[in-house]
T-cell receptor, first 111, second 117 residues
């Protein structure tokens, strides 16, 4: 079983739609969690950290469920520019060396 | 905008050649990393460095080697390239915040896409 699992998609949604991605992780002792965004043939970039109480950044909401070991990303009012692959990243022991990347969920927002 | 640069962006070479992928950052970050990513797959850490003269292998076994003689420079070398080395190689760096375990932001270069024929 992979340490971090994501639905690969693709998710094809119309502009303005709300879309949610889930990610599960296997290490119950994991300390911190992140969502990265990777555009086609580009490098990953940090989208947002995921806090225990849940957090929001504009149209993006991230939530953590430690009991079920999953994190989620909700995108409201999707824009064409949101089209990308979203990587779930888990940090098991608080060291940047230990970051574990999921294989990503591909999102395409259609006009 | 992150100040981390990789060259070459694209490289197509024949089997048996020696290659060096360059990575430089101007942010003064202590920690640097090399990841390997195949299309549609997750990133795998192949090398990392905590600082000058400190290098260690990552979770994914790799025949490549690295060096860290200067803080800003972290080159990766393959002595004899093979078709199995065909992949994208991503260099990254991060700060070393004191007293913080929540280290999650890596700054990535644009990647070096290697094809070995």
């Amino acid at each position: 079983r992979k340490e971090v699992e994501q639905d690969p998609g693709p998710f094809n949604v119309p502009e303005g739609a709300t879309v949610a991605f889930n990610c599960t992780y296997s290490n119950s002792a994991s300390q911190s969690f992140f969502w990265y965004r990777q555009d086609c043939r580009k490098e990953p970039k940090l989208l947002m950290s995921v806090y225990s109480s849940g957090n929001e950044d504009g149209r993006f909401t991230a939530q953590l469920n430690r009991a079920s070991q999953y994190i989620s990303l909700l995108i409201r009012d999707s824009k064409l520019s949101d089209s990308a692959t979203y990587l779930c990243v888990v940090n098991p022991r608080g060291s940047a060396r230990q970051l574990t990347f999921g294989s990503g969920t591909q999102l395409t927002v259609l006009p | 905008e992150a100040d981390i640069y990789q060259t070459p962006r694209y490289l197509v070479i024949g089997t048996g050649k020696k290659i060096t992928l360059e990575c430089s950052q101007t942010m003064g970050h202590d920690k640097m990393y090399w990841y390997q990513q195949d299309p549609g797959m997750e990133l795998h850490l192949i090398h990392y460095s905590y600082g000058v003269n400190s290098t260690e292998k990552g979770d994914l076994s790799s025949e490549s080697t690295v060096s860290r003689i200067r803080t800003e420079h972290f080159p990766l070398t393959l002595e004899s390239a093979r078709p199995s080395h065909t992949s994208q190689y991503l260099c990254a760096s991060s700060e070393s915040p004191r007293g913080s375990a929540n280290t999650g932001e890596l700054f990535f270069g644009e990647g070096s896409r290697l094809t070995v024929l």
